[in-house]
Each structure stands twice: as structure tokens, then as C-alpha cells.
Nanobody, 121 residues
Framework: QVQLQGSGPGLVKPSQTLSLTCTVS??????????WNWIRQPPGKGLEWVGV???????GYSPSLKRRTSISRDTSKNQFTLQLSSATPEDTAVYYC?????????????WGQGTQVTVSY
């Protein structure tokens, strides 16, 4: 069973870089056709997709966040990491990591538990 565990600071100061790591167990992040995503939910709002890193290491980002977002991976640790630079209070959200198999229905996605991040002094 694939499991995802997100981790990172719960409080980030404005202008600093928000950094979160997702550790995957029970499966390899380099496994063929798997895509590893970050998504967030600001308070009182819907889910917003942030970006993805694929099994090959290729990345994709939300156009609205692309300028500030970087997703990388460490295959030796089976982890992928989100970095969001120049954080503002608008980046306050619960951040989720999830893995999806290309072509498979959403019910086969694997989700982390969510990490609350607050951007504030």
C-alpha cells in the first residue's frame, strides 16, 4: 500500500521560502507513469493545484504560481519537495501531496494527510 507523508514548518514568515517534503512509502516515486503532485486549500476556499513532478523527473506548475514554485525529488529518499518562494499571507493553506497513475481514475490516487502552513509574522 502506497502511503504519503507530508512534512515541513507550520509557520513561515512573509517573503521567506515555504518548503514542504512528501515522503512516499510502499512504492517508488520513479515508478513508471506515476505523477506526484502538490495541491493546496486556502481557508474557506477550494482546492488549488500547485504543481507536479513526474516519474521521469519532469515538472509542471500552475501558471499563477510558476514564477515562485519549484518541485524537486530525491529518489534515494523516495521524497519530493515543494519550494514556494517569496511567501505571502495568501499562501496560507493546507498543503496536500498526492500521487496519481496516468490514465487511472482518481479513486486510485494516493493522498498525504495535509500540512497546515501559515504565512505570518
Amino acid at each position: 500500500q502506497v502511503q504519503l507523508q507530508g512534512s515541513g514548518p507550520g509557520l513561515v514568515k512573509p517573503s521567506q521560502t515555504l518548503s514542504l517534503t512528501c515522503t512516499v512509502s510502499g512504492g517508488s516515486i520513479a515508478a513508471d507513469s506515476y505523477y506526484w503532485n502538490w495541491i493546496r486549500q486556502p481557508p474557506g476556499k477550494g482546492l488549488e493545484w500547485v504543481g507536479v513532478i513526474g516519474y521521469s523527473g519532469a515538472t509542471g506548475y500552475s501558471p499563477s504560481l510558476k514564477r515562485r514554485t519549484s518541485i524537486s525529488r530525491d529518489t534515494s529518499k523516495n521524497q519530493f519537495t515543494l519550494q514556494l518562494s517569496s511567501a505571502t499571507p495568501e499562501d496560507t493553506a493546507v498543503y496536500y501531496c498526492f500521487g496519481a497513475l496516468a490514465g487511472a481514475p482518481p479513486r486510485y490516487d494516493y493522498w498525504g494527510q495535509g500540512t497546515q502552513v501559515t504565512v505570518s509574522y
